[in-house]
């Protein structure tokens, strides 16, 4: 076992403290089996690779728990975290490992933490998750000992269920828990990662993410065609496209996105084209 406190990430560490019967080790999947006294015998393959599709984008955002047993170990909990690492071939995943295997230890250390640590609101949810997967906890149970209401873990279990691609831009501080709320309106997956994308690279608030969801919903029927977003342009761009168009005398346009970006010109002729090249270069 390779021991690493290091590195891991807040959402991990900060989660379950190390005590004295227990340490932090990314292990090999390999070396890990399942625990013969798992009552539960049937993964749906479906939600299997759903996770693992997250655990690509986003990574494992809650160690599974196991114990030492000779040269192996043995599942404590995760087991489902697992099957979706080998599903995504990880080579390796975090690890609590303890000496015993009390959840009732485990689930008590994991609920102060969560009262007790500044997590962002996808760890929350993990951590959510983890209580209700791990520890078969529901979610009123949940929320009495975390003290917020049935209603409020479930909403918070939700941001799973967004798409990977828009989970990363939340891990990454992209867009936050205000932005990922809102997209939980939308349907459509593709169209929801397509919104996450122009708001990450154009910074938009949450009122606009808010606002192009409100459009998207009230376009009633999904299988039309989604909305075309508002385009925010800065007024410095603007105004560069019309000095160029003036100077060149011919269609600009510039496209702008996260500090980088393309010049399009247009032109109807060779002869348009040739009085282009001369305006840049004179000859």
Do not use: C
């Not at 969801?213 to 029927?221: L, Q, S, T």
Request: aromatic share 4%; no cysteine; net charge negative.
């Amino acid at each position: 076992m390779t021991s690493r406190r290091s590195g891991l990430g807040r959402g991990l560490e900060a989660l379950i403290p190390l005590g004295e019967r227990s340490s932090f080790a990314m292990l090999p999947t390999g070396s890990i089996t399942a625990n013969p006294q798992q009552p539960r015998t049937l993964f749906d393959e479906e939600s299997l690779e759903s996770l693992a599709a997250s655990i690509r984008e986003v990574g494992i955002l809650q160690p599974i728990v196991v114990r030492e047993s000779g040269d192996q170990y043995v599942l404590v909990a995760g087991e489902r975290r697992w099957r979706a690492a080998q599903a995504a071939n990880l080579a390796e995943v975090p690890a609590l490992v303890r000496e015993g295997d009390e959840t009732s230890s485990l689930t008590e250390a994991l609920v102060e933490n969560i009262q007790r640590e500044d997590l962002s609101a996808l760890e929350e949810a993990a951590a959510y998750q983890q209580l209700q997967e791990d520890f078969g906890l529901t979610h009123a149970e949940i929320g009495q000992r975390v003290g917020r209401s049935r209603a409020a873990i479930s909403n918070a279990l939700r941001l799973l269920t967004l798409p990977p691609a828009i989970q990363a831009l939340m891990r990454d501080g992209q867009l936050s828990a205000g932005h990922t709320r809102a997209l939980l309106g939308l349907e459509d997956s593709s169209y929801a990662v397509h919104v996450a994308e122009r708001a990450a690279d154009e910074g938009w608030s949450v009122r606009q993410v808010e606002d192009a969801v409100r459009a998207r919903v009230e376009a009633g029927d999904p299988a039309q065609p989604a909305p075309k977003l508002t385009e925010i342009r800065p007024a410095a761009i603007i105004e560069l496209e019309q000095r160029l168009q003036g100077h060149l005398g011919t269609p600009v346009k510039i496209t702008y996105r996260n500090n980088k970006g393309r010049v399009t010109m247009s032109f109807k002729s060779l002869e348009e084209l040739e009085q282009i090249y001369r305006r840049f270069f004179g000859s």
